[in-house]
């Protein structure tokens, strides 16, 4: 497989990754407190979301590279 249709693939799969799940969550830690032997910590869970355009996007030009990214023959 060359270059360009591996990154075609990686690109549908990313776009329909994106279609599916919409985004992503992470945690970040934002108080920590110690009272004597007790740690009480908080955690707030954060989410991106990423635009169905973008996805869309993905799978279109990712189908362009695949089909037309191929060297001609001689």
Known sequence: ????????VVLIFLGVLTLAYGGFTYSQETNEENLGSLSLAVDDRNRVYIPVLAGVSGILIGGLIFVFGR???S
């Open 71 to 73: 060297s001609p023959r």
């Open 1 to 8: 497989m060359k270059t360009s249709q591996l990154i075609a």
